[in-house]
């Protein structure tokens, strides 16, 4: 799914948000070697899991310009992204994704880590035709949007029109023939570290992930 050019630049030049736009000229004087700018989906061409966060982070995407790259969610999430087999390396400054995008639902750094209502609705449009990419035809083989906590999760199922069932770890969800959404809480310092999301979860729910791949739908 590599994310058409004109997508791309969409992205890339909005400027839709004022205190999104404002915050990251703030950041930009601040940090100058930081991205500071709206952050584009990064991975392969023909992707079959799409991973959805839910903003960049400030020492992640809001420096390196790459969602999950450069902070402590990344480094937990590409330690199980190596292990499963959908990198290239556990170090996410260094990996190759392997038939994985990663995208967020807002694609600016927002203050306190916490976009509006608003902000979110106005990069909706931007969701909305990544995951038109990324559904497979009827004959396609079985495809999965990861939802890493609550918000991309309910972004999700809000723009596939997904039947609504309550956010949990692991939850999962057919959208359609070969295409399922699965719902974790997000890889972040808290939860790791107050043990709401453990190692062990995060690594049974990409066995489930690889096994909707390899075909079955019958979880």
């Not at 999700?156 to 069932?165: F, L, N």
């Not at 949990?168 to 808290?190: C, M, T, W």
Request: proline share 7%; with cysteine.
């Amino acid at each position: 799914m590599n994310t058409p050019p004109s997508l791309h630049s969409t992205i890339e030049s909005c400027r839709r948000c004022p205190r999104l736009t404002q915050y990251q000229s703030t950041l930009k004087m601040i940090h100058p070697d930081y991205h500071c700018a709206p952050v584009v989906p990064w991975g392969v061409a023909r992707p079959r899991l799409l991973i959805v966060g839910l903003a960049p982070g400030l020492q992640g995407a809001g420096r390196t310009g790459k969602g999950f790259v450069g902070d402590a969610s990344g480094a937990f999430l590409f330690s199980s992204l190596y292990e499963h087999g959908f990198s290239s390396s556990s170090d996410a400054e260094r990996a190759i994704l392997r038939g994985v995008v990663i995208t967020n639902i807002v694609k600016c750094l927002p203050p306190k880590n916490r976009p509006s209502g608003i902000e979110k609705r106005q990069c909706e449009g931007f969701l909305r035709q990544e995951l038109a990419q990324f559904s497979p035809s009827k004959k396609a083989k079985p495809r999965v949007v990861l939802c890493l906590g609550r918000d991309a999760y309910e972004s999700v199922v809000s723009v596939t029109g997904a039947a609504r069932k309550p956010f949990v770890h692991d939850q999962r969800i057919e959208l359609a023939k070969n295409y399922h959404l699965v719902g974790s809480f997000h890889p972040s310092r808290l939860n790791v570290n107050t043990g709401r999301l453990t190692r062990a979860m995060f690594n049974d729910m990409f066995s489930t992930i690889n096994t909707l791949l390899n075909g079955s739908s019958s979880l």
